[in-house]
């Protein structure tokens, strides 16, 4: 394996690889997007995927987040990419850098900034010079800062890549480059797949993820990257869409908050380091590839004066095979890659995981005499103001598109008019129907005070309901919302949210009043937001008769940072949708009422091509029940402050903190293999709750003995307990 070892390095490229410093590079790397974690975390995570095997780390850079306002820079906190780039070079890795400015990434508006919208004659994602002008002027920025910083390799930094815009791929081995000079490289292999609001939990199984990455170096690919390595968080209002979880976890070797997901890290870890003790072979061998028959294929490089280096591969995703290869035989199960760095020793199969697994538990929190229940205080959201038609910033004599007014400041939009109802006039009733067409994401009408309805839809539609009107003058209140802007497509100028337009009509016979062209008056944002209570201290809040299950409500509690250096999360399940904030930091949207459908989740195999929908889990379950709190939001020695809005109503006393822990350990593996268990954080293996020499069924944390197997297994494991607490054993 190399790693940066020179003050400067020069970096090129040839038919066949990435050159450095005259040398082919054999590239394996990982995305870790630096605004999904926290500064305090990156070492940690930068450590972990360069112990899996990792020499490079690849980011994508968020114009949106650091040019919120058009030339108004931000790179501080977690948008502190010089310092994100400092750190995975001083941990001896390579990076690559993909500026954008479009990233998709799952991430608001793709990256983009709604401000573009604002600029006359723009187009975005297109041939346009209005847009093209300010990408130059973003990608300009970069490119100097990253000079005068001396990040690029030939400055002695750590860059060995820089790409503009994105692309993308499960599966990569028949990918060919577009020219004769330029080396085979993959910079998205997905490792598993993002959430939505209403949706299952995808995964992608780690045998399928090995297979993808073997099959891709054994077709001659020199470099790749995992897309995500460690996914993180979407904190604020950062997740794209629309509705897309504020979790980004992704099934990716390192999880959302930073351990390792056990047994990808481990299995693609050992994968990495057969494929290292064939680089120079990869890298500068002859290749033949020659046809098995049934899907079953050998890939052999040599050159003189270079170790030859194997693959065996078992293309059929149903049937397992046999190959005599130089002289062996070797057992290939279905889809699956063996690697035999020395043409004869298999090191490594996809399908064969040696790796140990971990159950990840949450716990609840232990902070010294902390109570068993949080204490809330509550308030109520100002809606006086705008429910009777006051409070705007501006009029207009139409139904504006919700993003350009808050130009994506906020997810809140108010729309305030009135209207006269003459009661001698034709069908008037008190009982009057409301119809309102929106484009999403979320819609709630008042009349006159009184909550009449809400929809919630990512397309958006119509919402009708019966509404209670009177003689005389009415106000009519719409507040819509949105849940993550569009990441993905083209022309994002006419992306729509809002009413836009409308209608907006009252109806009562076969009599219409339509609103649209009413003077209707804007606000932008709800109140506490506007008034940043969630972060000030010198707020009213009420301590008694905290409501539940009442909407526009704001809460706030305090508790004690949980002991110890595990992750925190925060248990928001009772809550039904809105913002959670920490010490005045946004956590992220939250929505536990959003739940996956009971159906559709069952055992997925490993074997044949992998989608999304292939592998679910957590059917019937929130989508998002636990938010991620980083240790570095929280105050150690102090009281910490937990604020919700929360917009439809929900029960604050459910809600409680957390950490997470491995809870379990276990490993299934061939005979002549060392077995290795290890817990994380520090922590030894208290107990040995089941062990077998024979052919155990089931899964981790579920393990039965099978017709073959030792009575008294366990038994001699407990005696030799010592050796578990250390991690490792050899049978």
């Not at 630096?34 to 990156?42: D, F, G, K, N």
């Not at 997901?261 to 870890?269: A, D, I, N, S």
């Not at 459908?597 to 929130?622: E, F, I, L, R, W």
């Not at 109503?649 to 290795?676: I, K, R, W, Y």
């Amino acid at each position: 394996m190399s790693f940066i070892d020179a003050v400067t390095d020069t970096i090129t490229h040839d038919e066949r690889a990435i050159v450095i410093n005259g040398q082919r590079k054999l590239i394996i790397s990982g995305s870790i997007h630096y605004p999904r974690s926290t500064p305090e975390m990156w070492p940690d995570l930068i450590r972990k995927a360069k112990e899996g095997g990792l020499n490079a780390i690849e980011t994508y850079v968020f114009w949106n987040a650091h040019e919120p306002v058009r030339r108004q820079y931000d790179f501080e906190g977690r948008l502190d990419l010089v310092r994100f780039l400092k750190t995975i070079h001083d941990e001896g890795l390579y990076s690559i850098l993909r500026i954008g400015p479009y990233v998709c990434a799952e991430w608001n508006f793709g990256g983009l900034p709604v401000w573009l919208n604002q600029l006359p004659n723009v187009e975005l994602r297109t041939d346009n010079q209005v847009y093209e002008n300010e990408m130059a002027n973003f990608t300009t920025l970069i490119v100097n800062m990253i000079q005068q910083e001396k990040l690029l390799a030939s400055q002695g930094g750590p860059i060995i890549i820089a790409q503009i815009n994105t692309c993308n791929g499960f599966y990569c081995d028949d990918f060919k480059p577009n020219n004769a000079t330029s080396p085979k490289m993959w910079t998205e292999n997905w490792t598993g797949w993002f959430k939505n609001w209403g949706g299952y939990q995808p995964y992608r199984p780690a045998e399928d993820v090995a297979y993808s990455v073997a099959r891709f170096y054994q077709r001659q690919g020199t470099m790749q990257n995992y897309y995500m390595y460690h996914g993180g968080t979407n904190f604020a209002r950062t997740s794209g869409g629309p509705y897309i979880t504020t979790s980004y976890d992704y099934d990716a070797p390192i999880d959302e908050y930073g351990n390792l997901r056990q047994p990808k890290w481990g299995h693609l870890k050992e994968l990495h380091e057969s494929l290292y003790a064939m680089e120079n072979a990869l890298l500068y061998g002859d290749v033949i590839h020659t046809d098995h028959g049934n899907g079953v294929w050998s890939s052999n490089y040599s050159a003189p004066g270079v170790s030859a280096g194997c693959f065996l591969c078992n293309t059929n995703s149903q049937n397992d095979s046999s190959l005599s290869f130089n002289g062996n035989t070797y057992f290939l199960p279905a889809w699956s890659v063996s690697v035999l760095p020395d043409c004869k020793t298999e090191a490594h199969n996809t399908a064969k995981i040696n790796s140990q697994t971990s159950l990840m538990v949450n716990v609840p929190n232990t902070a010294d005499n902390e109570p068993s229940g949080l204490s809330w205080s509550w308030r109520s959201e100002m809606l006086r103001d705008v429910l009777h038609g006051n409070g705007g910033q501006f009029k207009s004599n139409e139904l504006k598109e919700q993003l350009s007014v808050t130009a994506d400041a906020t997810d809140y939009l108010w729309y305030m008019t009135r209207i006269y109802l003459d009661p001698k006039g034709p069908n008037f009733s008190t009982k009057m129907t409301l119809r309102v067409n929106f484009k999403g994401h979320g819609l709630y009408a008042f009349v006159n005070g009184k909550f009449v309805g809400s929809l919630y839809n990512m397309s958006g539609g119509l919402l009708e309901q019966t509404a209670t009107v009177k003689a005389g003058m009415n106000h009519v209140t719409l507040l819509t919302s949105t849940v993550g802007l569009t990441n993905y497509g083209s022309h994002y100028e006419n992306f729509q949210v809002g009413i836009a337009g409308g209608p907006v009509q009252l109806v009562s016979g076969n009599t219409t009043w339509d609103l649209s062209s009413n003077e209707w008056s804007y606000k932008i944002g709800l109140d506490g937001e506007t008034r940043e209570i969630y972060a000030k201290e010198h707020v009213k809040w009420f301590h008694d008769d905290v409501p539940v299950r009442r909407p526009f409500t704001w809460y706030k509690t305090t508790f004690k940072a949980p002991i110890g250096d595990e992750p925190v999360v925060v248990d928001l399940n009772g809550m039904s949708k809105g913002v959670a904030y920490v010490n005045g930091k946004s956590l992220g949207r939250f929505w536990p009422t959003q739940t996956a459908s009971q159906t559709g989740c069952s055992d997925c195999s490993y074997k044949g091509p992998y989608s999304p929908s292939k592998c679910q889990a957590n059917c019937g379950q929130p989508t998002q029940r636990w938010y991620h709190v980083p240790r570095s939001f929280l105050e150690t020695a102090e009281n910490n402050t937990l604020v919700l809005f929360e917009e439809a109503g929900g029960d604050p006393l459910q809600v409680s903190f957390q950490t997470v822990t491995a809870g379990t350990v276990c490993a299934n593996l061939e005979e002549g293999h060392t077995m290795s268990l290890a817990c994380q954080g520090g922590h030894t293996i208290s107990s040995v709750d089941f062990a077998s020499f024979g052919n155990p069924q089931g899964t981790c944390g579920s393990f039965s003995n099978g017709i073959c197997g030792d009575d008294i297994a366990l038994s001699i494991v407990r005696q030799v307990r010592f050796v578990f607490t250390e991690g490792i054993y050899e049978p």
